[in-house]
């Protein structure tokens, strides 16, 4: 391939050998031919690495780097160095894409001269027959941001856009600019928080495309997603970031007070992924660091919503007891579940049982869509 391609697909591979040939099919098979996949094997101890050199000897636009384990943030800066390509895509190995993905985007890109462009997604499982199903996840949480030029430079509110970096394509001239990359800090544990972050900090043209094409996989049980003993890697992911904006004064004052506030919804959800054990001295961690945020006057409450300001106040005065609140929250959520799955009227006898008949019937109308 003597011409620059059109993406480069960077793919961080370990241990991934039971989808790996899914994976490698999906993006070889892009409608999009001009494109390169590099595959950074991180030590596996499988044989990914045979499948990997299996499929570069038949397709040249596979290129193959070989390293001792180093972790996901390590090996996604190899991939992204070695890149030639105008857009940098990622795919993880264990995920497959649709066909016209890169297509797509690249097009969008193109047409736009974005600086990164980004999809919905599938949620992926694999039944017991092999049969894969596809749940289609929306990455906006406002229909007016779908299929139009946005700039975070202006609007603070696109962070809430969900960060999953591989429904998207960079530019590359773009990342080296900024010398965007990842944390490289051991295993895999939320690093793609850092460079999600370093990228809405410098961009000022990007577009979500109101498209799914990302099939990603949730039932992998070796996906460091389901590991639940990591206590404080995203604490130290976030951490990483803080320095790393408090390193840029153009930016600090501009994106600290978003920083603080996203930093809570992504402590959030990894507390919720942790072993009851380590759920505590995870809490009285991120209370000190949010109390010195407040002693610092950075933190900037008209970002949050009443009821997370809240949980937060609640964290401050005691993790104890804001832990006590997580477990009811989650308590009620999963009543609430089981109550859909019912139907109609076990929705709406849930709905009564906090609310009163009144407000439970017009909450039931509107989560039936009525």
Request: charged residues 25%.
């Amino acid at each position: 391939m003597t011409d620059m391609p059109s993406v480069s697909v960077v793919m961080p591979i370990y241990n991934a050998e039971p989808f790996l040939k899914q994976a490698l099919d999906s993006v070889l098979g892009q409608t999009l031919d001009s494109i390169e996949v590099i595959c950074v094997n991180d030590g596996s101890k499988d044989h990914s690495l045979d499948i990997m050199k299996e499929y570069a000897s038949n397709d040249s636009r596979i290129k193959i780097i070989d390293k001792p384990n180093a972790g996901y943030g390590q090996t996604m800066n190899v991939g992204i160095s070695a890149s030639t390509g105008e857009y940098i895509g990622i795919l993880e190995p264990d995920d497959y894409l649709k066909p016209t993905m890169y297509e797509t985007l690249y097009k969008s890109a193109k047409e736009h001269d974005l600086d990164f462009v980004r999809s919905d997604y599938f949620r992926l499982t694999t039944d017991k027959d092999g049969i894969d199903h596809l749940k289609r996840e929306p990455v906006c949480f406002k229909s007016e941001y779908y299929d139009t030029v946005l700039n975070p430079q202006e609007n603070l509110d696109l962070f809430n856009i969900r960060m999953e970096n591989w429904t998207g394509i960079f530019k590359r001239s773009w990342i080296e600019g900024h010398d965007i990359r990842f944390n490289e800090s051991p295993g895999a544990g939320f690093q793609d928080n850092g460079f999600w972050f370093q990228s809405y900090c410098w961009a000022k043209k990007i577009m979500v495309v109101n498209e799914g094409f990302y099939c990603y996989r949730v039932d992998n049980a070796a996906s460091s997603i389901n590991q639940t003993d990591k206590v404080f890697v995203m604490l130290d992911e976030y951490k990483w970031i803080e320095n790393w904006l408090r390193s840029k004064p153009e930016l600090y004052s501009k994106f600290i007070g978003v920083f603080h506030y996203k930093k809570t919804h992504n402590c959030e959800f990894a507390l919720s992924r942790l072993a009851p054990e380590f759920k505590l001295p995870f809490l009285q961690r991120y209370a000190e660091e949010y109390k010195a945020a407040y002693a610092a006057n950075e933190i900037d409450e008209n970002l949050f919503h009443e009821e997370e300001l809240e949980r937060l106040r609640a964290l401050l005065v005691s993790p104890e007891h804001y832990l006590e609140i997580c477990k009811r929250q989650l308590d009620r959520n999963q009543r609430l579940n089981d109550a859909r799955s019912g139907g109609k009227f076990s929705l709406f006898c849930a709905y009564a049982h906090e609310d009163g008949l009144v407000s439970a019937l017009k909450r039931t109308l509107a989560s039936v869509g009525m």
